[in-house]
């Protein structure tokens, strides 16, 4: 870790590791859709609305899965000064509000041949939608401030804060009886969904995984071309300002 | 099944077309900064002045 510290060498390894990351990502996707869409059977209840699961869970756990990963980055901003920290929650906020974005819409979708209504102020449904408005003023927030640093460390304090939300997402459905089912993979005693069906969404949440990997390491070496820009900027600026002088 | 299609194929395309986004956006945002970085390194910004 504290080798990758190094933006120059971040940017040399995540560059040779990236197009296989892309390759694996686009493998898996499609291996992930074909046993969604030819070998999962249909379910006795939902009928083949549950292929609307195949979406939503993995874009669920990705949305969970970003937020906790840009807590820990806020953590080696504010702790650890990391030089990456800040760069990895900036790349992570963009794709963990569009999977929890993704999470909503399929849910809804599925919500209302299932429920008969889109929408619920369900605890689940609700500490989820209280996830995506944490993202967005996230992003609201890198956005009002332009200088990088102390963007970063107003939006980790932010994220920690909003990071008690991730463990009322999970448990909600424990805590509160809600029309949301409970956990059916990651429970104690072992999923309670058919083989049939676990191995196709375990694939495609390993798909969305690599989805998700690639387009961060492509947003951190993105924002490090950013601040070099930002940095080199400023440089002519001062060397104009001196040749006038 | 067939009353439900609207439903599956809407999550289906919402959910390609959002990956899709982030995808482009982060070729388009990679070639937009590799552009400004070469412009500016071209015009020798990164040199120190020599009154600074």
Sequence with gaps: MRELANPTRFMSYSGKLLPWLCGLAVLTTGIGLYMTWFIAPADYQQGET???????????????????????????????????????????????????????????????????????????????????????????????????????????ILTLVGAINIPIVKFSVDWWNTLHQPASVFRMGGPTIHMSMLIPLLVMALAFTFIGVCLHLAGMRNEILRRRVRTLTILEAERLDAQVA | MATHTFFIAAAYAVTTVIVAGLVARAVLDHRTQKRALAELEARGAGRRSRHG
């Excluded at chain 1, 992570?92 to 993704?102: E, K, L, N, S």
């Excluded at chain 1, 449904?125 to 102390?150: C, D, H, Q």
Aim: proline share 5%; charged share 10%.
């Design chain 1, 50 to 156: 549950v292929k609307i699961m195949y979406l939503h869970v993995p874009a669920a756990w990705l949305g969970l899965f970003f937020y906790t990963m840009m807590a820990v980055s806020a953590l080696g901003t504010l702790v650890w000064r990391h030089p990456l920290a800040d760069v990895s929650q900036k790349a992570a906020a963009p794709i963990g509000i569009a999977f929890t974005g993704i999470c909503l819409v399929t849910g809804s979708l599925w919500g209302k041949p299932m429920w008969g209504t889109y929408w619920v102020w369900d605890a689940r449904l609700t500490s989820v939608l209280v996830l995506f408005l944490m993202y967005a003023g996230i992003l609201a927030l890198w956005n009002a401030i332009e200088e990088p640093n102390r963007a970063a460390r107003a939006v980790s």
